[in-house]
């Protein structure tokens, strides 16, 4: 008897190898037997009680056919499926690992060519399987598709062999169509990405040229600022308290005599200042001092040097209206130019002097100008203060930053 | 001359008993049923749980084989041969009953425990824990499957090796030992959980 692997308690290994049966009169028994035996034919053949044993096999029992279990002879029963059985037995991990270790150990010797496998292997189609494998390179596996009828039962045969044939699955060229389509339509797409780009470049070439123009522009935007302040006229003497002298007043319009022979009223006034953005841009002119107003605003100029981009610009772009120039606080200036302030009052002088008709004595008055440009009071002295002061609010300007601004002029009698 | 003859049939091996047997030599073959006839008692009573059906099974035993000598080809111990013909004809008395009994009254192991002579005798605490044991072991070995009892006793009990009972059986040797295997773990199982500690398994590293 093979020694146990799994051993019982103490005591019951020793009760089973010598199990106390109470037995029989074996001598008797054997009497008995022979006696039956002389009264018995010989010959008589009880094929039912040769035959192997019907026991079921155990639910985990490592199985074999029972074609194999049904042959007649004890030496025809097979050796083993070792490897089952001690694949089964490791998986259930159990206590049994030198019953596992025998089994396999047995396995490793009992390994020969089988020849069920064999035969499914021949059932599979495989038929070089045993063969020299057919090289890569050889053409036959993708030129000779196999018979489409055959494909179901090859597949077949090899889930029930567990051998893959080489050459069944090499025969896989059928997809080629669809990586043909495959690559048409990645060439579509790769045409249509191209053409995006394409596209996008140009567009980006487009708005380049359009973003150099602008700041062209805003380039030019900032020069009539500072131009105007080389033809700036010389500002009027201000006194501390703001108010401007018809004295200080006269000599501003002689040191600018460019500024003096515009027109006297207020938009000629304040065209230096009011030069449109544009058309300074355009004009660029060098600061000279017979430049007039009429000459900066070169809109309709032909300049060759001109770059012509800039000019379609220019003249595709309608002309922004006259705009004063901007002070320090915005669009307005802060204060009210000493020239329009002179322009305004000598505007309506002559209606002072007329109250002053008969006296001898000229009056001295301060007008006071709003933001906004008109007269917001004038302060007078005399008989005829009422009527000056009448005169005299009659006068505007310019809207101007600053809250008010007063100017003190001298009405002298006609 | 019976005497005499028995006196020189023991040397003789059971392949010449058995080709004697056939020749009509109707001694040879009551030598060769002494020689295996407890062995095959035994094997029935472990299967059949029944003293009577033993014996009975044990004469049938023999009278079929000694029918069917003709059918013996030689390839394998003829006691290997003569054990097949027992475990089937147990089978088909155990198919023939109506009901799975547990045991029987007349249950040779039963009265085998109570009647043990064995040293442990000697030792009243010893004698009793053994009876106990043994009627777990009985228990239990009556528990497992046909399969599992029948190669168990031929195996563990009659003292046969893997590849003997495999004749016997007609399964290979793995499955032999699985099945042995599986039969000793269930039975320790069993063991255990009726109060008998693992710490008393013979041999336990």
């Not at chain 1, 000459?295 to 040097?305: F, H, N, Q, R």
């Not at chain 1, 000493?338 to 505007?347: E, F, R």
């Not at chain 2, 009994?101 to 009243?124: F, H, K, Y």
Request: glycine share 6%; charged share 25%.
């Amino acid at each position: 008897m093979s020694e146990p692997t799994l051993k019982l308690q103490r005591n019951a290994e020793e009760l089973l190898r010598e199990f106390p049966v109470t037995e029989p009169d074996f001598e008797a028994q054997a009497t008995a037997i022979e006696a039956r035996l002389k009264g018995s034919p010989g010959g008589v053949v009880f094929d039912d009680l040769l035959r192997v044993p019907e026991l079921p096999a155990e639910p985990n029992e490592p199985g074999l056919p029972s074609s194999v279990r049904a042959t007649s002879g004890p030496k025809s029963a097979p050796k083993s499926n070792f490897a089952e059985m001690a694949r089964k037995s490791v998986q259930q991990k159990d206590d049994s690992k030198e019953l596992a270790k025998e089994l396999l150990a047995a396995t490793a010797q009992s390994r020969r060519p089988n020849a069920e496998m064999v035969e499914r292997v021949r059932a599979a189609g495989r038929t070089a399987a045993t063969s020299t494998p057919v090289a890569s390179s050889a053409p036959a596996a993708t030129s000779t598709p196999l018979p489409k009828s055959s494909a179901p039962a090859v597949e077949e045969a090899q889930r029930n062999s567990g051998v893959v044939a080489r050459t069944v699955t090499t025969v896989r060229p059928a997809a080629a169509p669809a990586n043909n389509r495959g690559v048409i339509i990645g060439v579509i797409g790769g045409a249509l990405a191209l053409a995006a780009c394409v596209a996008l470049f140009v567009r980006a070439s487009g708005e380049d040229e359009r973003t150099k123009a602008a700041l062209a522009a805003q380039k030019a935007a900032d020069a009539p600022v500072a131009a105007p302040k080389v033809d700036a006229p010389t500002p009027a003497p201000v006194s501390n308290d703001g108010v401007v002298t018809p004295e200080a007043l006269a000599a501003a319009q002689k040191a600018a005599p460019s500024e003096a022979a515009k027109p006297s009223s207020a938009k000629a006034g304040a065209a230096p200042v009011m030069a449109p953005a544009a058309a300074a841009v355009k004009s660029a002119p060098p600061p000279s001092a017979g430049a007039t107003p009429e000459a900066v605003v070169l809109e309709d100029d032909p300049t060759p040097a001109q770059p012509a981009p800039v000019e379609h610009k220019a003249e595709a772009t309608p002309e922004p209206p006259l705009k004063p120039a901007e002070g320090n606080s915005g669009s307005v200036p802060l204060n009210p130019s000493g020239g329009a302030v002179s322009t305004a009052l000598s505007s309506v002088r002559g209606g002072a002097q007329a109250c002053l008709a008969g006296q001898a004595d000229p009056v001295s008055a301060v007008v006071t100008f709003a933001s906004d440009g008109h007269v917001l009071r004038v302060s007078a002295s005399g008989p005829s203060a009422a009527c000056i002061q009448a005169a005299l609010s009659k006068a505007h300007i310019a809207p101007f930053a600053k809250e008010s601004f007063s100017a003190t002029t001298t009405i002298r009698p006609p | 001359m019976v005497t005499s003859a028995r006196q020189h049939l023991p040397e003789r091996t059971d392949r010449e008993l058995v080709t004697a047997a056939r020749e009509g030599d109707a001694e040879a073959f009551g030598l060769l049923v002494r020689r295996h006839q407890r062995r095959v008692y035994r094997l029935a009573v472990h299967l059949l749980k029944s003293g009577a059906e033993a014996e009975d099974v044990t004469q049938d035993t023999f009278v079929r084989a000694y029918g069917a000598l003709d059918r013996f080809d030689g390839r394998s111990e003829p006691f290997t041969w003569i054990y097949r013909i027992c475990v089937n004809l147990s089978l088909n008395a155990l198919r023939s009953r109506k009901t799975r009994r547990a045991s029987s009254p007349d249950d040779p192991r039963i009265e085998g425990l109570l009647v043990d002579n064995r040293p442990a005798a000697g030792n009243p605490a010893r004698s009793t824990a053994d009876k106990q044991l043994g009627r777990a072991l009985i228990e239990g070995i009556d528990d497992l499957s046909d399969t599992l009892r029948t190669t168990l006793i031929l195996v563990c009990i009659d003292g046969l090796s893997h590849a003997e009972a495999g004749e016997v059986l007609g399964c290979p040797e793995g499955t032999i030992a699985w099945r042995v295997h599986e039969a000793r773990k269930k039975l320790r199982g069993m063991l255990s959980e009726r109060g008998f500690d693992d710490d008393d398994i013979e041999g336990k590293e």
